[in-house]
Nanobody
Framework: QVQLVESGGGSVQAGGSLRLSCAAS????????MGWFRQAPGKEREGVAL???????SYADSVKGRFTISQDNAKNTLYLQMNSLQPGDTAMYYC??????????????????WGQGTQVTVSS
């Protein structure tokens, strides 16, 4: 059973930075599509960034140029570096994983494993 545990959330002022981490355990396959999603109060969950087993990445238009997704395979850890944060980035951020070499389907893909989330709050 894959387990995902997020950390690194917090409160920052607009223009600040945070780095989220997602520690993964229980992998039974060698290839996973990994992603970050977020959900703000009263809004639907939305995709933020994806990374596949080859290291190819994709981003939501709203975060391109500000956020960077990366992974350390030796540590089984996924990261999301968030710079130039804006109040609109305020949300609960979730890490997700799904078996497969590529992130086929993009943000519409149905991910099998989810973390509990970490809160990010950006004040103006």
């Amino acid at each position: 059973q894959v387990q995902l545990v997020e950390s690194g959330g917090g409160s920052v002022q607009a223009g600040g930075s945070l780095r989220l981490s997602c520690a993964a355990s229980g992998y039974t396959y060698s290839s996973y599509c990994m992603g970050w999603f977020r959900q703000a109060p009263g809004k639907e969950r939305e995709g933020v960034a994806l990374i596949d087993s080859n290291g190819s990445t994709s981003y939501a238009d709203s975060v391109k140029g500000r956020f960077t997704i990366s992974q350390d395979n030796a540590k089984n850890t996924l990261y999301l570096q968030m710079n130039s944060l804006q109040p609109g980035d305020t949300a609960m951020y979730y890490c997700a994983a799904d078996r497969g070499r590529y992130c086929s389907g993009g943000f519409r893909r149905v991910f099998s494993y989810w973390g509990q989330g970490t809160q990010v709050t950006v004040s103006s």
